[in-house]
């Protein structure tokens, strides 16, 4: 089946030759911080900046990067005398809802997170264009896809992410897997193997996000054109339950589920990545955003990533812009936050996080990383990147996917079957766009 890729892809392998890397989101618990204050990594600035009567608010969804990000706030208000307050809401939050919440209270962060695609569409009333600022001419060109709208571009890309199944190489030595699985065949042979060796195959987690997000994009990016097959099914034109893609996709779904941990429903984001961490299981569906957490629990963990495969030709990993750094144009601020974000990607100490600290494989081509910056999963996704497919869930309106991950997890729980869940997933995308 010939598949249609983001252009992104082959810009993204660029990263390799650029970073020159050799070798090859979202913690459950909410971060939240009122101030910039939050004890970090960052040496001291040289000289502090005389205190100025300016507080620059960032609402965002990133909790891996929260704790990073209050340090990085900090060193830019040594630097230049701005105070930046963080406020972090990710994980099982549900961001979108807050930040709606948090503008109808009067409360105008000037920079937000979005996606970009359908997600922008609510806040372009707000969306500031940053086509004219200096660090644009730096992005990976396809990058800038997700919010741009009519030719100008109203997000800063946060960085380029990609998941699979990321795997503990040495409990697949154990259990004498010699060969990276790439077909749903050969994925089920390597999970007998790991469970004849005593050795559980999957760690899952009952996250929505993770399940109606992840999961479920990737029976929309195995679409031969997944952008159109999405407008099709918002339209009514098609249905997700009758789609050939879909019923392949469920197979590798059954893989997962029926090969997990005892305790699965009940297994939030922060336990799925800590006892995968601790070799509790050889495999996990997540992405390089987690390196940052395993490493907390054992820094030496061997790991790999491995494609998600929904049949017997070889499975991809999948490749997007996270997030985006919007400027918001109703708030006190616009021009300050705007200097906040060039300074971000363009200064020694924001560019030393972005890579170091943050984990990130940056949007920008001037940014460079190795592979100890950025960790073994970051590395292989760059070494997957050219045969990567797309995220599309953005191109929901917000709600569709929070439907996705509530009938996801009753998939889970065994509340539903196979029919039943293709149902529920039409459901929830009809039950949106109707209103």
């Known amino acids: 089946m010939k598949k249609r890729r983001f252009a992104f892809l082959l810009a993204i392998v660029c990263i390799l030759i650029i970073a020159g890397c050799g070798g090859g989101g979202n913690n459950n618990s909410t971060a939240k911080s009122t101030d910039s204050g939050t004890s970090g990594s960052a040496a001291p600035a040289a000289s502090t900046a005389p205190k100025k009567d300016v507080t620059i608010k ?67 009333d707000r969306a500031t264009d940053l086509s004219d600022q200096p660090w644009v001419s730096k ?47 050969q994925l089920k042979d390597a999970v007998a193997k790991l469970k004849a060796a005593g050795i559980t195959p999957f760690e899952a987690t009952n996250e929505w996000w993770s399940m109606g997000i992840h999961l479920v994009n990737v029976a929309f990016a195995n679409q031969q054109d997944p952008a159109a097959f ?11 339950k009758g789609n050939e893609v879909f019923k392949q996709w469920l197979d590798l779904v059954d893989v997962i589920f029926d090969n997990a941990q005892d305790n699965k429903v009940t297994t939030d984001y ?15 569906m997540q992405g390089n955003w987690t390196q940052g957490d395993i490493d907390k629990i054992d820094p030496n963990l061997n790991l790999g990533l491995l ?42 100490a924001g560019k030393k996080y972005l890579a170091k600290e943050f984990k990130f494989i940056p949007a920008e081509s001037d940014i ?32 569709v996917t929070q439907g996705f991950g509530a009938a996801m997890q009753e998939y889970l729980g065994g509340q539903i079957n196979r029919d039943q869940l293709l149902d529920k997933l039409d459901k929830a995308v009809q039950d949106i766009v109707k209103q």
């Open 307 to 348: 494609p998600m495969p929904i049949n017997d030709q070889e499975g991809h990993i999948y490749v997007g812009v996270p997030n985006n750094w919007v400027v918001n144009s109703k708030s006190a601020h616009p021009e300050e936050a705007k200097a906040f974000l060039n300074w971000m990607v363009s200064s020694d």
């Open 230 to 240: 999405i407008e099709d099914v918002k339209a009514g034109k098609q249905t997700i």
């Open 58 to 124: 960032v609402f965002q969804f990133k909790v891996e990067i929260a704790e990073q990000l209050n340090a990085l706030a900090e060193e830019y208000e040594k630097e230049t005398g701005v105070k930046v307050q963080v406020e972090t809401h990710g994980g099982g939050e549900d961001y979108g809802a807050l930040l709606k919440a948090e503008i109808a209270s009067g409360s105008e962060p000037e920079i937000f997170n979005n996606g970009g695609f359908a997600a922008l569409v609510p806040y372009m």
């Open 139 to 185: 992005l990976i060109e396809s990058s800038k896809i997700p919010t741009t709208v009519d030719g100008k571009l109203y997000g800063m890309p946060m960085n380029v992410e990609g998941y699979g199944l990321i795997y503990n190489k040495d409990l697949f030595t154990k259990a004498g897997i010699t060969e990276e699985p790439k077909t749903l065949a």
């Open 368 to 399: 460079t990383t190795t592979a100890e910056d950025i960790g073994q999963v970051a590395v292989a996704v760059q070494s997957q990147s050219s045969t990567a497919l797309s995220w599309n869930w953005d191109r929901f309106p917000d709600g």
């Open 270 to 284: 922060a336990t799925q990545v800590a006892d995968f961490a601790a070799g509790k299981a050889a495999m996990m």
